[in-house]
């Protein structure tokens, strides 16, 4: 398998209609070029199967995608398509992540990463398939009321997607959450690989909240405090770039804003008990 030496990240193109973007898998060109090109989307992507199989790779976890089941990518998680059948088919929904309700954005963010696979029924896949279908019909016409229309037929779509992730890993009511988890749960979600080399300071000014305040409400929920969870961040973001890329340990090092890369390697290896080089062998 061929590994990248720069994960690449993508917005959505000009065809999105307000942070919304429906296509037919039929439509994704030639099979061949999207094999094994690994990158990040800055948006959610979901893909439903009506035929075929493919294999994706997301996170270090191996998904088979075939008809009757959805596969949920959340914003900025490596992946990459390893195998396709000639025969593939189904639809590709790509939604910026401020399009989706608070109560339903909590519910996504929060799927386990080897949980993201979900089966479906006949009947719900042919639900969803024909809710797609009039999503790209009106996508492609020039309506007075096209963007409400298109809104109407998202949000059907995305509720009963939600309703199907529900069933099968049920996830906490943010309402019904305390304030330090409610709190905690906000502040993970502002992690990502962009912002993890920030103190817990920036976090705690982006909540409205003192830094004080924020580490006893992630140590009160989690047992750990919030600098843990960036240095977690940065380790998971490492182990990332020793399985998809081709980078020296050195490369990484520096990405992740470490000007000593041997000092790079030993907290490596103080949280997972191996050296850079060692993950990369064992895991590929």
């Known amino acids: 398998m061929p590994y990248n030496n720069e994960i690449v990240t993508y917005s959505q193109g000009p065809n999105a209609v307000g942070g919304i973007y429906v296509k037919d898998h039929n439509c994704l060109g030639k099979k061949s070029q999207m094999i094994n090109h690994t990158h990040r989307d800055d948006y959610y992507v979901i893909s439903i199967a009506t035929n075929g199989a493919m294999v994706m790779d997301c996170e270090l976890n191996k998904f088979q995608v075939k008809r009757n089941s959805i ?9 990459s398509l390893r195998e396709i059948t000639e025969d593939y088919n189904g ?4 939604v ?51 963007t409400q229309i298109i809104n109407g037929l998202f949000s059907t779509a995305l509720h ?4 199907l992730v529900e069933s099968e890993h049920p996830i906490t009511d943010l309402a019904l959450l305390s304030q330090p988890a409610l709190i905690t749960s906000k502040f993970k979600r502002l992690i990502t690989h962009q912002t993890h080399l920030n103190l817990p300071s920036f976090f705690a000014s982006q909540l409205n909240i003192t830094t004080a305040h924020l580490n006893d409400c992630v140590k009160k929920t989690t ?19 020793l399985y998809y890329t081709d980078k020296t340990v050195k ?12 000092y790079f390697s030993r907290m490596f290896k103080k949280n997972t008990y191996q050296t850079p080089l060692e993950f990369r062998i064992e895991y590929r």
Not at 71 to 79: C, E, F, G
Not at 91 to 94: A, V
Not at 160 to 163: D, E, L, N, R, T
Not at 252 to 262: R, V, Y
Request: proline share 3%; net charge negative; with cysteine.
């Open 91 to 94: 639809y590709f929904l790509g």
């Open 251 to 262: 490369e990484i090092a520096f990405n992740l804003g470490f000007e000593d890369h041997t």
């Open 160 to 163: 009963k997607i939600c309703s």
């Open 223 to 241: 047992g750990q405090t919030a600098s843990y969870w960036l240095k977690k961040s940065i380790i998971d973001e490492a182990k990332r770039l």
């Open 96 to 146: 910026q992540d401020f399009r989706i309700p608070n109560h339903l954005s909590d519910l996504l963010f929060t799927i386990p990463g080897n949980k993201q696979l979900i089966s479906i029924s006949e009947e719900d896949l042919s639900l969803l398939t024909q809710t797609f279908d009039l999503m790209r019909c009106y996508m492609k016409k020039d309506n007075t009321y096209q």
């Open 71 to 79: 596969l949920i990518v959340k914003p900025y998680q490596i992946h």
